[in-house]
């Protein structure tokens, strides 16, 4: 025979009020977080599997994060060769114009103007860093101010500051590429054309400041070749440059791929089916209110009571 008492009854609605109240916490944190469970443990056997994957999700994200920097880094690169570029292409139009009219009233100023701009792209900074300077990337690349810098420096290589240390950067796991230019690079010939200019100009052929002298004409005629060599290589840097952009956002594209095929392998482990949290909840709370009203009805009841007729 079953024996029947009144802290049995207490016990038994007690432990399915407590159970209630268990699934309900769960479930209620499955719809809130959106996930199965809160550490590894609550994914049994899948918990080996999990954390490589969350290993390999982790370096992901470390390739996309250097691939996003390098991006940025490649595309403010171009802004500065192309800034060099567009300013030996003035210097030559300006030389080009000065022929056409027969008169270079302005011809050094605006040179000057095209060696500021070259300057300018040169020295170029990214996140507070000299692009072209090599290792050296808290020291200016070049330290030329002016034309007459070219002709009083002893040599145009010892206006430049770089070392040699060109950036390389790594994509993913197997890829690596060299991305790095240098200042000396980029600008020895273009610096060497402004030079030859200067020089014409202090000396007994200049200067330049009005009509223009057969000598004068003749000179100016003859180094426009250099100007528009000048312009092509640093145009092939530049394209050079366009090739390493072209593969970073080829790499950025891979492993965003990458990224969401992981998330989406992690995701269906560890997401939750929001329906079925929800209901689960839902059915946790009626339990919890029953389980409730049953020990409420039961308080200050006794067996006595229940046996008196």
């Known amino acids: 025979m079953d024996r029947v008492s009144t802290s049995g009854n207490y016990a038994l609605v ?7 109240q268990k699934r309900q916490l769960e479930a209620g944190q499955q719809v809130s977080s959106e996930k199965k469970a809160a550490d590894l443990k609550g994914y049994a056997r899948k ?4 954390t490589a994957m969350h290993s390999l999700a982790a370096k992901v994200d470390g390739f996309l994060d250097q691939t996003d920097l390098l991006t940025s880094k490649l595309a403010m690169q171009d802004t500065a060769l192309n800034q060099v570029g567009d300013a030996a292409q003035a210097a ?3 030389i080009a ?3 056409a009219t027969g008169r270079a009233d302005t011809l050094m100023q605006e040179l000057q103007n095209a060696f500021s701009n070259t300057i300018q792209g040169l020295n170029t900074k990214f996140q507070g860093e000299y ?5 050296q990337v808290n020291t200016k690349p070049t330290t030329a101010v002016t034309l007459s810098d070219l002709t009083a420096a002893p040599s145009i290589a010892s206006l ?3 070392d040699q240390f060109k950036t390389s ?12 230019f240098l200042a000396d690079q980029i600008g020895t010939q273009i610096y060497g054309a402004f030079q030859s200019v200067e020089a014409f100009q202090q000396g007994a052929g200049g200067p330049f400041n009005g009509t223009l002298s057969a000598a004068q004409r003749t000179f100016l005629s003859g180094v426009l070749a250099s100007f528009d060599t000048a312009h092509d290589n640093l145009i092939k840097v530049a394209g050079q440059n366009g090739l390493y952009q072209r593969e970073a956002e080829g790499a950025q594209k891979d492993l965003l791929g990458r990224q969401t095929t992981l998330a989406n392998m992690i995701g269906g482990i560890t997401d939750v089916n929001m329906a079925e949290a929800v209901s689960r909840l839902q ?5 919890v209110q029953g389980a409730a009203q049953v020990f409420a009805s039961l308080k200050g009841a006794s067996l006595l009571e229940i046996l008196t007729p």
């Open 14 to 20: 007690l432990a399915n009020l407590m159970a209630a």
């Open 47 to 50: 918990a080996e599997t999990l």
């Open 92 to 94: 030559r139009d300006a």
């Open 97 to 99: 114009e000065a022929l």
């Open 131 to 135: 692009l072209f300077a090599g290792g």
């Open 160 to 162: 430049f500051q770089n």
């Open 169 to 180: 950067n790594r994509l993913d796991e197997s890829t690596t590429i060299q991305t790095g």
């Open 283 to 287: 059915q946790a709370q009626i339990s």
